[in-house]
């Protein structure tokens, strides 16, 4: 009977022991983001994090979220009330808008659940009502991301010795921070270059989407044949305006740009099809927020850097895709060898 | 006392025969005077100087083929499509007829073809539809007297002599004959219908259907309900009408009073044989 | 078939009628619809799913698409269809929204100056449809594309923020253990069962949509008639953007895009008739809390998001399917 009582105390000990650092049972963990598309940023940084998770052995339960657009700032706000009610222990969130998801993430955070806040970087100093909840900011700089875009642009054109270019801008949704950060870093860009000039002839509105985008290149080239080169706020629009361009025969003489590196955007950059895409990698971001995760069931949560920026990088040839894409994320050598 | 519409009497008499005159001038003012309608659709005369005379509880069928004009008539005295020159007199009185609410507020009902009935809502609310009493005033939002509706519409189907089973269910789910009973029984609920127009009312119904509307039109006969039928089953129409006017190319070529005449006199007339109709 | 000569001195007890009426009510479906996925999530969502706070939240999400279906409901009850919806909700946030940030617009005001706005807007698609007879669809496919392109050129890259607490409080406040949005939605929706069911009004639109020449024969005003569902469809999408204002407490050019979709669905799949002439506010109160249930059940799941899609479109699709069964093979 002794010896009984003495397991079962040992029993509970070791039990309780364990505990401090392991996990009564799986981890719920929301996955919200304001699209979610396997091939673009989302779907590859799910991935990271699973991996990194995996790699840890940490077992979770992940409830996956998304509104039908990227502009549905009212859908977003229904589905962070209801991650509020799902007792999350962590929760991965990509913004529609920093300002208008404010609301339910002051929810999601007073229900206990901690924040890896991902793609959205917060203004320097700001600071946010559910701040407290927040484990970490992995993300990269859109406004570098644009200025590192109008820099390439202004020194493809002097190196055809042009000192000036014809552009045309397609937009994001009209008040999406990203894409005003993106776009204003390629005019920022594109004007400190010295002995550069751009001229924005027009200023078109494709909603991150490819369609609208492809439908908005297709107008603008009746109206503007003198253009000479297409900035894309995102992955997807960059491949619509391509598409457009090549319907028109007008590849040739007009230069499109891309950001982000999506695989097919990357693809048709090896291909020469889109002249510039400046990467981030999304399963290092995805990694990185695992990484605050782990960090935080250890206890180290005060050594979990804030903000985590993701390095970006220039891809303009096969050279450099080879260089600094991940090769699992993308089996692009197979596509080159076409 | 034809006076300032002499001519128009005349265009009327003429293709009439001395013993209808006869009876028409000693009978008093007739309910309803149809004198001398025109109506054109661009190059087409619809109805060329067309003259109609009903008397107070008479039961008058109108026939002709399909365009002869009964529609285009019945249009011009409903205030569907007003005739373009010509005069209407109801009880003696001159009367401007230029939309169905004129029509409506002289007493005037007509019962179309396609019954006009809205399907999703039942017995009561058709039978009083645009037309209810109200327990709470409110303009549009005004609560209807739901209550009131069914008592009355009850009586008046016990008048017309017609069972519906379930009268607060969607009038959809009602047979032909019952929808028409419907359809005439709100043209009928005030008791100031001076005239009833019933367009094809037994087209479409079943046998034993058709007997009914035919037993509900001889209940409003006897009534003393002032009706005119337009229908092209000329059985129907002998079975339930005082006379008969024949409609043909826009013109009234004859009218006839129903006990005096055969189906192949009428037959004859329709189709233009007017030397085999005037025995 | 029936040996009673009046129906009326031998019409069945109250009681037996309404459970009869109940048999063929149109929303019978979505109602057991509700309580069959109810079950289910409840049974694969574990404890988050069936709780008190998670309905609130449910019913608090589906405000503004329920205060947005009574309109609509109205509207598609004389065989209309309204898809400006989310674009008037937009122009009425850029300009209440735009107003109440510079100061302009006291903000005890912007309730009824949102209402008057959307209301407005309501009625030019009400005049286009009944006295330049544009199909309904067309006409305010237009408007749809009009309105938002004013809201964008408007706005701009603008965003409103910080609203004014009396429009927060809309949004966000808590009264009598409701959201306070949630109870403003229950108030549009028991007056618009009131005004379909109980008054002169709800029989004109019915029997609009259900044979506009029976209409058109009476003394019903039909132009007018049609003409105020859109406006009060405006109305309410006023107040629905004051609503989503406040619970975004922000406002962008953005606002609403997509949302009338999601209204449309719920109305029909609620069992009112797509083509008109039948409709039922019960229903719309339903299947506007049916698409809401399935949204929030479907995350808890922890299906992945693009399951989550597919059950949701295939539910809706047999949703209505079965609607329109039951209204083929039952007896009216």
């Known amino acids: 009977m002794k010896r009984l009582t003495t397991l079962l105390a040992a029993a509970t000990l070791s039990v309780a022991a364990s505990a401090a650092m392991a996990q009564d049972g799986p981890l719920r963990i929301g996955f919200v983001s304001h699209q979610h598309d396997i091939t673009d940023l989302f779907g590859q940084l799910e991935i990271g994090f699973r991996d990194r998770l995996d790699a840890e052995g940490i077992k979770y339960e992940m409830f996956q979220a998304a509104p039908s657009a990227s502009n549905r700032h009212d859908e977003m706000l229904n589905i962070l009330e209801n991650m509020a009610n799902l007792n999350l222990d962590y929760m991965v969130f990509g913004p529609t808008s920093l300002d208008q998801n404010t609301q339910g993430l002051v929810e999601v955070a007073n229900a206990g659940t901690k924040l890896l806040m991902v793609d959205y970087e917060p203004e320097e100093g700001a600071s946010f009502p559910f701040e407290d909840a927040v484990l970490n900011w992995s993300v990269y700089n859109h406004g570098e991301m644009g200025e590192q875009t109008g820099r390439w642009i202004a020194e493809h054109f002097k190196a055809q010795d042009k000192d000036n270019a014809n552009v045309i801008m397609i937009w994001g949704p009209v008040a999406s921070e990203i894409s005003q950060a993106r776009g204003n870093g390629v005019l920022k860009g594109m004007e400190e270059t010295e002995g550069f000039t751009a001229n924005v002839i027009y200023e078109g509105y494709g909603n991150f989407q490819r369609e609208l985008a492809y439908n908005e290149v297709e107008r603008a080239l009746i109206a503007y044949p003198q253009v000479e080169v297409i900035v894309a706020m995102n992955s997807v629009m960059a491949l619509g305006s391509m598409s457009a361009l090549e319907a028109d025969g007008r590849l040739d003489d007009v230069v499109v740009t891309g950001m982000g590196g999506q695989p097919d955007e990357l693809e048709m950059v090896a291909r020469g099809k889109i002249g510039v895409a400046v990467f981030r990698d999304p399963r290092s971001m995805g990694a990185n927020s695992a990484e605050a995760l782990i960090m935080d069931m250890q206890g180290k949560t005060s050594e979990i850097p804030r903000v985590l920026y993701t390095d970006l990088r220039v891809l303009d040839s096969v050279e450099s895709i080879r260089t600094y894409v991940p090769k699992e994320m993308l089996d692009i050598d197979a596509k080159l060898a076409e | 006392m034809f006076g300032p519409r002499d001519s128009a009497a005349h265009a009327l008499l003429r293709l009439r025969p001395a013993k209808d005159r006869e009876e028409e001038m000693q009978t008093e003012t007739p309910l309803l005077e149809v004198i001398d309608l025109e109506k054109r659709f661009g190059g087409v005369r619809a109805l060329q100087g067309v003259s109609l005379t009903i008397a107070e509880g008479e039961s008058l069928a109108l026939v002709g083929d399909n365009g002869a004009g009964k529609s285009t008539l019945v249009k011009a005295i409903a205030g569907v499509q007003p005739a373009d020159t010509g005069q209407i007199r109801l009880g003696g009185r001159d009367v401007s007829i230029r939309s169905p609410k004129d029509a409506g507020a002289l007493g005037i009902e007509v019962v179309y073809q396609d019954l006009a009935l809205a399907n999703s809502l039942d017995v009561a609310a058709n039978v009083f539809l645009g037309d209810e009493p109200v327990r709470f005033r409110m303009g549009w939002f005004s609560v209807p007297d739901v209550r009131k509706m069914a008592t009355e519409t009850a009586a008046t189907l016990q008048r017309l002599r017609i069972n519906i089973p379930e009268p607060r269910r969607p009038v959809a789910n009602l047979s032909g004959g019952q929808r028409q009973a419907v359809a005439i029984g709100r043209s009928i609920r005030k008791g100031n219908r001076e005239l009833l127009v019933l367009d094809e009312p037994t087209a479409a119904l079943g046998v034993e259907e058709v007997r009914k509307v035919l037993a509900l039109i001889q209940t409003l006969r006897e009534q003393g309900q002032t009706m005119i039928i337009i229908s092209h089953d000329l059985e129907h129409v002998f079975s339930v009408s005082d006379r008969i006017a024949v409609m043909r190319q826009g013109r009234i070529v004859a009218t006839r009073r129903t006990k005096e005449v055969t189906k192949t006199d009428i037959v004859r007339l329709i189709v233009g044989d007017l030397e085999g109709a005037t025995e | ?332």
């Open chain 3, 1 to 332: 078939m029936n040996e009673r000569i009046n129906s009326v001195e031998t019409a069945p007890s109250r009681a037996t009628l309404s459970l009869d009426r109940l048999r063929t009510a149109p929303f019978l479906n979505v109602a057991v619809a509700i309580v069959v996925i109810y079950v289910i999530l409840t049974a694969i969502t574990g404890e988050t799913f069936n709780t008190v706070n998670n309905q609130i939240t449910i019913m608090r999400a589906a405000s503004v698409f329920l205060i947005l279906a009574v309109g609509q409901t109205l509207v598609m009850t004389t065989g209309g269809i309204d898809i400006s919806t989310g674009s008037m909700i937009g122009v009425v946030g850029a300009i209440v929204g735009s107003g109440l940030e510079t100061g302009m617009l006291d903000p005890v005001l912007a309730i009824l100056v949102a209402i008057v706005i959307g209301a407005a807007l309501g009625a030019f698609n009400g005049f286009n449809i009944t006295v330049l007879g544009v199909p309904p669809l067309l006409a305010t496919l237009g408007t749809f594309v009009a309105y938002r392109g004013f809201t964008q050129y408007y706005m701009g890259v603008n965003l409103v923020t910080d609203l004014p607490n009396i429009v927060t409080a809309v949004g966000r406040a808590w009264v009598l253990g409701l959201p306070l949005a949630v109870w403003v939605a229950l108030l549009v929706t028991l007056a618009g069962w009131f005004v379909l069911q109980r008054t002169l009004y709800g029989r004109y639109i019915t029997a609009i949509g259900s044979n506009p020449k029976a209409a058109e024969a009476t003394r019903i005003n039909v132009r007018a008639i049609t003409a105020s569902t859109y406006v009060i469809q405006g109305g309410l999408a006023g107040l629905a953007a004051l609503v989503l204002m406040g619970r975004l407490n922000s406002a962008s050019a953005a606002m609403g895009e997509g949302i009338e979709l999601h209204v449309i669905a719920a109305v029909v799949l609620g069992g009112t008739y797509l083509f008109g002439g039948r409709s039922t506010m019960i229903g719309t109160l339903l299947g506007v809390y049916v698409i809401g249930m399935l949204e929030n059940g479907l995350i808890q799941t922890g299906a992945g998001f693009f399951v989550q899609r597919m059950i949701l479109g295939l539910l809706i699709i047999a949703a209505v399917a079965l609607q329109l069964q039951q209204r083929r093979s039952g007896p009216v």
